[in-house]
């Protein structure tokens, strides 16, 4: 039996406009049961890349497969079955959101009586009960956005892409967002796509993300791949300590760069920050974490806390972009 | 200009079909095709909308005044002529004895483009500044389906409030001067809504285009009624400034001259839209009018001599304005034609 084809593929997936390349030669896959962050920086070509896959913009190059059709030959089979959150998305203010995702409904064909109880249960899901019979006038950023989240979900799609889905929503929400995401993905096996500019904030999210520059995908996988891939091999290690004075600081720092693998020490930025410590090779880093718990009891150091850093998606970002670009220079 | 030659409005040019056809095989699963949901939603918010009852106010008032003015008129010439033909039509044609122009036609004429703009200046625009678009087209309908959806929802509206104004001064002629009209004449009546809500439609499409071109639905309020104002009301005027610049009529010139700069006045005025509706309309509603404006040769001013006496059967009307009603016709399509293919090739976000 041949495995079933992953709900998005695309292949060499290209798109100009005049000079500018907005996305370049884009290999893709996102499987069923998994959600993925295409992550870059306004411009990157993140939307266009999501337009292209709506077939609400044609490619120049390249094809693209959801749900194993083609979205620039069978648009609408495709737009029946993928979930959107368009970016900065938009509700009609004269009509109440209830009223705004029952034309979404009729849009797609639902009856009635099907569409009520689906209408009733996104909104349930995206906490909007209580405020869907006010106009969408009233609504916040992040009211708008939830609404949109639940819109895409009416027509009970196998597959959602969410352009940006959590700016403009504050911090809480965002976390409430990101568990009913993982919850789709949980209970009905959905593939998700989602765009963000925000690493750090999807990045707990994301089984797997990939990186976006200047229309190019620089990188994809887990975040702990990618850390490997772009961290220059190194990993961190958190140290707290309780010290008294500046002699006391000296000291620790001295014994902290005496520990085999410890290659830098970033000395504690404020009151109750903690050391940094850079460990190379970062499989190191549990000896490293051995060692300096050993270290300050012979030293007669206290220690508050110790522990590894996760990789920080921004900073591999950075990375990321920085040794790509020579490529990109001299590939233009 | 005809109708054949006017792009048709569900095909775009050969170049671009392979960007905007939509895939033959592709059926839409709807159980009713996605433009008449659209067309659904826009109508109901039309019939909600302030716009709405206003324009319909400001339409009762254009045809309630003149009939004011003119009553008095029209209940004399249906008691001196009972018997008489067209005395029903009179309600729409006879104007006050002080002010010639204060007539029913005239007025529903100037006013009416309002309607088409006022229906469509905000109907593309709108929906990318609320941030709407992107969310519609993304549902399971075609790209088109949306910009027909909202032509044939403006011309739903328009048609209701243009025969319900028709209604009110049939009304009045019925209720409150007792006069009844003949078959003939309603049919002329009908005939003649007939031509205004295509008028009309003109003025809708071209306020569509409008909404697909420019991005503030501010600024295309404010083009296409400025647009409607220019022509209706100083038409006249820039036409005659237009034909004296292209055919000055020299310092003691002779008749010829004159009549050059006539011909090609009228000419500069058959391509207004309102005179092309105007010179219609009063064909449509007067059946002792033989000709649809001045003779501009000597044959044509004999032969108009000929038919003076006798009136015109509905079909004589009709076959006078017939090249009227195919260039208005031509132009409605032409405007929506170019607002289907603008809207087809423009990229979903703003
Ligand atoms: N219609 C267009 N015409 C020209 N350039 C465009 C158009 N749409 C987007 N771009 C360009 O394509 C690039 C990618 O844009 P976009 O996909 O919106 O990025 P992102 O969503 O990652 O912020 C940007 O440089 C943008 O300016
Ligand atoms: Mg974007």
Request: hydrophobic content about 50%; overall charge neutral; charged content about 15%.
């Amino acid at each position: 039996m041949i495995a079933a084809e992953a709900p998005i593929v695309t292949r060499g997936l290209t798109k100009r406009y005049e000079a500018l390349t907005a996305v370049d030669q884009l290999d893709l896959e996102v499987q069923a049961g998994e959600i993925f962050g295409l992550l870059g920086q306004n411009g990157a070509g993140k939307t266009t890349t999501i337009l292209m896959l709506l077939g609400l913009t044609e490619p120049t190059a390249g094809t693209a497969r959801v749900v194993g059709l083609d979205p620039a030959r069978r648009p609408l089979e495709v737009k029946r079955r993928v979930g959107y959150l368009p970016d900065a998305v938009g509700f009609y203010g004269n009509m109440t959101g209830r009223q705004n995702l029952r034309y979404t409904a009729r849009l797609n064909g639902l009856e009635r009586r099907d569409a009520d109880a689906r209408i009733a249960e996104a909104l349930d899901q995206v906490g909007l009960a209580d405020r869907a019979d006010s106009t969408a006038e009233t609504y916040s950023r992040g009211m708008l956005q939830r609404l949109g989240i639940a819109d895409a979900l009416i027509k009970q799609p196998s597959v959602l892409i969410l352009d940006e889905p959590t700016t403009a929503i504050d911090p809480l929400g965002v976390v409430e967002i990101l568990d009913l995401l993982r919850g789709l993905v949980r209970d009905r096996g959905m593939a998700i796509l989602l765009s963000s500019h925000l690493l750090s904030q999807v990045q707990s999210v994301c089984d797997r993300v990939g990186i976006f520059a200047a229309g190019r995908l620089i990188g994809q996988g887990t975040v702990e791949d990618l850390a490997t891939r772009f961290g220059e091999d190194t990993a961190h290690v958190e140290v707290g300590l309780e010290l008294d004075g500046p002699a006391e600081t000296e000291r620790a720092a001295a014994v902290f760069a005496s520990l085999d693998g410890v290659v830098g020490v970033g000395r504690p930025e404020g009151p109750a920050a903690g050391w940094r410590l850079d460990v190379r090779p970062a499989s190191a880093e549990r000896q490293v974490r051995q060692a300096v718990l050993a270290a300050c009891v012979a030293n007669g150091l206290t220690l508050s806390t110790l522990r590894a850093s996760a990789p920080s998606l921004d900073e591999i970002y950075r990375r990321a972009v920085h040794q790509a670009r020579p490529a990109a220079v001299s590939a233009a | 200009m005809s109708a054949a030659a006017s792009p048709r409005p569900e095909r775009a040019p050969a170049h671009e079909r392979s960007q905007l056809a939509r895939p033959a095989q592709e059926a839409s699963a709807l159980g009713r095709p996605g433009w008449t949901v659209i067309a659904g939603k826009e109508f109901a918010d039309h019939l909600l909308s302030a716009r709405f009852i206003v324009l319909l106010v400001v339409l009762a008032l254009a045809a309630v005044v003149p009939l004011y003015f003119a009553s008095a008129r029209i209940r004399e010439l249906a008691e001196q002529a009972s018997g008489a033909q067209a005395v029903f039509l009179a309600l729409f044609t006879l104007g006050s004895q002080q002010v010639p122009l204060l007539r029913v036609d005239a007025f529903v004429g100037i006013v009416a483009p309002l309607l088409g703009i006022a229906f469509a200046f905000d109907a593309v625009n709108g929906e990318r500044s609320e941030g709407t678009l992107p969310r519609l087209l993304s549902q399971p309908i075609h790209r088109d389906d949306v910009i027909n959806g909202k032509f044939a929802a403006g011309l739903a509206i328009i048609s209701l409030v243009l025969t319900a104004i028709v209604a009110i001064i049939a009304g009045f002629g019925l209720l409150r001067l007792g006069i009844v009209p003949a078959g003939g004449e309603v049919l002329r009546i009908v005939a003649w809504l007939g031509l205004t809500i295509v008028y009309v439609a003109l003025w809708l499409a071209f306020g569509l285009l409008l909404s697909v071109l420019l991005r503030r639905a501010a600024t295309s309020a404010l083009i296409g009624f400025g647009i409607w104002i220019l022509i209706t009301i100083f038409g006249g005027l820039i036409v005659g400034l237009v034909a004296g610049l292209l055919a000055p009529i020299p310092s003691g010139g002779g008749a010829t001259d004159i009549l050059a700069s006539a011909q090609l006045q009228q000419l500069i005025t058959r391509l207004l839209p309102s005179t092309l509706y105007q010179e219609a309309s009063l064909v449509l509603l007067d059946p002792s009018i033989t000709q649809v404006s001045t003779p501009s040769t000597i044959g044509q001013a004999i032969a108009a001599q000929e038919q003076i006496a006798s009136l015109l059967s509905l079909d004589q009307s009709l076959l006078l304005v017939w090249p009227h009603v195919v260039a208005l016709v031509a132009l409605t399509v032409a405007c929506f034609a170019a607002a289907y293919v603008a809207f087809m090739r423009q990229e979903v976000r703003a």
